[in-house]
Nanobody
Framework: QVRLVESGGGLVQAGGSLRLACAAS????????MGWYRQAPGKQRELAAA???????EYADSVVGRFTISRDNARNTVYLQMNNLKPEDTAVYYC???????????WGQGTQVTVSS
């Protein structure tokens, strides 16, 4: 299994920025697909951004142009840079590590992001 620890959440005004980080231990980080998912109150968890082991990224339509996902394999860490935040970005953000070849799908404990209007 992989242990994931998120950090960087907090309270920010609309238009502001936050950078989330997720540190992984266990598994083989460089072989993971890493993702940031978010869950707002009363809503289902949804993908915000993901990056494959080869560096290919994907984003939810609602965050394109505002969020950037990146990874540092030397530090076993994935980041989510969030700019021009909107109140609708308010959610708990969860880090995910997925590897079909290594047979795991692990989640972090989540970090709260709150954007005030």
């Amino acid at each position: 299994q992989v242990r994931l620890v998120e950090s960087g959440g907090g309270l920010v005004q609309a238009g502001g920025s936050l950078r989330l980080a997720c540190a992984a231990s266990g598994g083989i980080f460089s072989r993971n697909r890493m993702g940031w998912y978010r869950q707002a109150p009363g809503k289902q968890r949804e993908l915000a951004a993901a990056i494959t082991s080869g560096g290919v990224t994907e984003y939810a339509d609602s965050v394109v142009g505002r969020f950037t996902i990146s990874r540092d394999n030397a530090r076993n860490t994935v980041y989510l840079q969030m700019n021009n935040l909107k109140p609708e970005d308010t959610a708990v953000y969860y880090c995910n590590a997925y590897s079909i070849s290594l047979n795991y799908n692990s989640w972090g404990q989540g970090t709260q992001v709150t954007v005030s209007s």
